[in-house]
Nanobody, 126 residues
């Protein structure tokens, strides 16, 4: 399983970015995907998962501002991030697993997934 993120960058508060993650080496539609982020000096934080059936969840800190989606044909996972805040500054990781990870686990630990991309940096300035 190989995951490659793109779309990170620097933006001012209130701006938008769209992250993409291209997956390969597995049957995409059977996998659960998601985004995890980690800010310097902080623990991993589960941002948003999307299960194989398309169901989603969001961290309270991003709810209403971020949208996770996927293109099962192209095997691309997206994270549309709007109304960005300085506290959204972090490295964002695309994650995947063949089994669904309970949102309670993702939200509490920011982990649980077996496969991770290398991450893409998002920096939001005030």
């Amino acid at each position: 399983v190989h995951l490659m993120e793109s779309g990170g960058g620097s933006v001012q508060a209130g701006g938008s970015l769209r992250l993409s993650c291209v997956g390969s080496g597995y049957t995409y539609r059977n996998y659960c995907m998601g985004w995890i982020r980690q800010a310097p000096g902080k623990d991993q934080e589960g941002v948003a998962p999307i299960d194989a059936d398309g169901s989603t969840n969001y961290a309270e800190s991003v709810k209403g501002r971020f949208t996770i989606s996927q293109d099962n044909v192209k095997k691309i996972l997206y994270l549309q991030m709007d109304s960005l805040k300085p506290e959204d500054t972090a490295t964002y990781y695309c994650v995947a697993d063949s089994d669904p990870i309970p949102w309670a686990v993702v939200a509490a630990t920011g982990g649980g997934y077996n496969f991770w991309g290398k991450g893409t940096q998002v920096t939001v300035s005030s």
